[in-house]
């Protein structure tokens, strides 16, 4: 199964969303940043996005 991890400006979250949804649909496994789906502080996010790809990349190899 392919990954794509999506990103953007909080402004756009519900586009966001809503393609994440089509990709999963199709298939794919998508990631979305959490604060997109869950308030966080500012500061947590960009740490929580980091691990998540860093423990995706530990998964893999």
Avoid: H
């Avoid at 586009?15 to 997109?36: A, M, S, T």
């Avoid at 740490?47 to 998964?59: N, S």
């Amino acid at each position: 199964m392919k990954r794509i991890v999506l990103c953007g400006s909080i402004k756009f979250k519900e586009k966001v969303i809503e393609i994440g949804q089509d990709l999963k649909n199709k298939g794919y496994e998508v990631v979305i940043p959490r604060e997109f789906l869950v308030p966080m502080e500012k500061k947590n996010t960009q740490c929580y996005t980091f691990q998540k790809l860093q423990i995706i990349k530990l998964i893999q190899y």
